[in-house]
Structures are given as structure tokens and as C-alpha cells.
């Protein structure tokens, strides 16, 4: 094979492993892992395609085994680590290759076992057929049926369904950044839906949300309060979209890490913006005084100013002309690959 007939292997063996694993590093470990197997053999493969696609969904499986004592213990809500390009217009099949890429659909996923997240993701996204199911994941093809029967339960009834209208995503997200920007809660409610959720995912590494928030008040109100209390200056943002969807990255000079008193502040902030007895201006005052108790621990330091990283990258789920869920992955280490 040449390198382009490698290099298209090793593309779909990552976009096998990444919706499996939700990881952008283990997934190139795993496809990078699954093509050296495929330089080794010394027979013909009929269908390398195939062949990697095997090979990179047992391999996948038996790191989901390793790490799911891992992932049990971590801090705070988890989220995959994002996928990141600039928005640009695309054919409308895309739109059903970004939903099986969704974040939404990705942290679904992590309600099933290791083996039924291959066979529902081996049908559903890459539509083999239940003997060939079978073979891969080495079940019977009675068993693969009933593993892929019990995913769809536990899933479809959660599943996302994003609106197909990508400018109209992408229109609703200005706006509903735009407003944060301003501190417009009024604009901001109206634009979320009544029941919407926030996901922010620092796993204790960065200063954001250690549990859900949910209802369009309370993250119109947190919203608002990121944006005041955001260093001035110091960030850059643009559009991209993240898995798919409409989202942002936000870059600037390297954080220090969280330091133990902003994280206590941060988390006494966030009971009183919940309780409704504090406003953006008061927040910032707040996360103020817990940077000059830590130390400045979130502010850049002079060495630093010349590594530029990504902070924060934030994704919405647009449903029915609304803003359905915000996920903000703030974990610096699933954000080093940006």
C-alpha cells in the first residue's frame, strides 16, 4: 500500500476508535496501533478496511475495560474531548455523520458497556451487518442482535435531534454569545430553552461547574457572570465547530493551575449565583479576591505569555429554535491536542 491508501486506513480507524473512546489521544494510539498490525501481516487482506475496523473496535473495547474505573472517579461532569474545525459550509450528509460525532451522543454512549457501544456504533453509525457484527466482537449473531436491541434502549429515548439548519445554529450561537458578552439576561433566556442544561467539564484542573446547571435562568446568569469575570485582553475567540456543532474556542497565555482558595471561592460564588443574591459584577468581585488569595492562580504568569493555549471550548445543542444544552470542556488536559 502507499501512504495515502495507509493514511485514508488510518483516518477511518480513528473515527472508529474516537466514537468509542471519546478521546482524541487514545483514539490515534489505537488506529496508530491497529495500522502497525496491518504493515505486519504477510498475507493478503481482502478488505484492509475492514480488517482495521476489527482490529481498532477490540482494541478500543479492552481500553474502555481499563479505564472505566477511571472515569467513575473523575471530578465533575465528563465530556469527550472535542473535535475542532472551522465552520465552513458542507454537503447536508453531514449532518447525520455529526450527530454520531456529537458530544451529546458521545457522553450517551457512556451509559453502555464496552461491547454494546461497539455493536450499537458497528450497526447504527457503520452499518454492518449483524454477522459481521458478530464476528468482530466475537459474540454470537443471536447476541449481537440482543446487544445492539438492549443500546437502542437505553439511548433513543435521549438521543439527540439537532436542527438541520446550520446557519440558523450558527445565527442562534452569535446571539447567545453576543448577549453573555453585554450581560443581557433577558436576551439570554429567550434564546435557551426553559429546561436547557450546562455542562462544563474541568475534571478539578480548571475553574468552572462541578455539577450540571440547569433551567434557562440560572445559565443565563452564569453566562453573563463568565463573561464579566473573564480576564479582559488577555483572551482571543473564534467560531468553530466542535463535533459538528456550533461552538467556540477561547485562547490565551497558559493558566497557572487551580489553586485550593480560588477553588473554594469559585464554588461559594456559584451557591450565590444560584440563590439569585449576586450579579456579573459581584461575581467578578468574588473571583477576584479568591485570585489574589491564590496567589493570582488563573492569571497568566511572565514566563507564560508567550505559550498561547486553548482555555475553553463550548459547544450548543440547538433543538426546535432553541439552545437545548451548552457544553464548556475547561480540563486543560483534553484540551492540549488544539
Do not use: C
Amino acid at each position: 500500500m502507499g501512504d495515502r491508501e495507509l493514511e485514508a486506513l488510518r483516518r477511518h480507524g480513528f473515527g472508529v476508535a474516537y466514537r468509542m473512546l471519546g478521546s482524541v489521544s487514545e483514539a490515534e494510539d489505537v488506529a496508530q496501533e491497529a495500522l502497525l498490525r496491518l504493515t505486519r501481516q504477510e498475507g493478503s487482506i481482502d478488505e484492509p478496511a475492514a480488517w482495521i475496523t476489527t482490529v481498532v473496535t477490540r482494541l478500543s473495547i479492552n481500553v474502555l475495560k481499563s479505564a472505566r474505573t477511571r472515569r467513575e472517579s473523575y471530578v465533575g461532569p465528563w465530556l469527550p474531548e472535542p473535535l475542532v474545525e472551522d465552520p465552513a459550509p458542507g454537503p447536508a450528509s453531514r449532518a447525520e455523520l455529526a450527530d454520531s460525532l456529537s458530544l451529546a451522543l458521545l457522553v450517551l454512549l457512556e451509559r453502555l458497556t464496552p461491547v454494546e457501544r461497539a455493536a450499537y456504533l458497528l450497526r447504527e453509525v457503520f452499518g454492518y451487518e449483524y454477522a459481521e457484527i458478530a464476528a468482530i466482537i466475537e459474540q454470537t449473531e443471536v447476541n449481537s442482535r440482543q446487544l445492539v436491541t438492549r443500546a437502542r434502549k437505553h439511548l433513543e429515548a435521549s438521543r439527540p435531534r439537532f436542527d438541520a439548519d446550520e446557519a440558523a445554529r450558527d445565527a442562534l450561537l452569535e446571539r447567545f454569545l453576543a448577549a453573555a458578552e453585554e450581560g443581557d439576561l433577558e436576551a439570554l433566556e429567550e434564546l435557551l430553552a426553559k429546561d436547557a442544561v450546562l455542562y462544563a467539564d474541568s475534571g478539578g484542573k480548571a475553574m468552572a461547574p462541578q455539577e450540571p446547571l440547569v433551567g434557562a435562568q440560572l445559565i443565563a446568569r452564569f453566562m453573563a457572570a463568565v463573561a464579566q469575570a473573564r480576564p479582559s485582553g488577555e483572551l482571543e475567540s473564534r467560531r468553530v465547530r466542535v463535533n459538528g456543532q456550533p461552538g467556540r474556542v477561547v485562547r490565551g497565555p497558559a493558566e497557572r493551575p487551580l489553586g485550593e482558595a480560588e477553588r473554594l471561592a469559585a464554588e461559594k460564588a456559584l451557591a450565590l449565583l444560584k440563590s439569585g443574591d449576586v450579579d456579573a459584577k459581584q461575581l467578578d468581585t468574588l473571583m477576584q479576591d479568591a485570585r489574589d488569595a491564590g496567589g493570582g492562580s488563573t492569571r497568566p504568569v511572565a514566563q507564560e505569555q508567550a505559550e498561547v493555549r486553548v482555555w475553553s471550548v463550548l459547544t450548543v445543542d440547538v433543538v426546535e429554535g432553541r439552545i437545548q444544552a451548552v457544553r464548556i470542556v475547561r480540563n486543560p488536559d483534553k484540551l492540549g491536542h488544539l
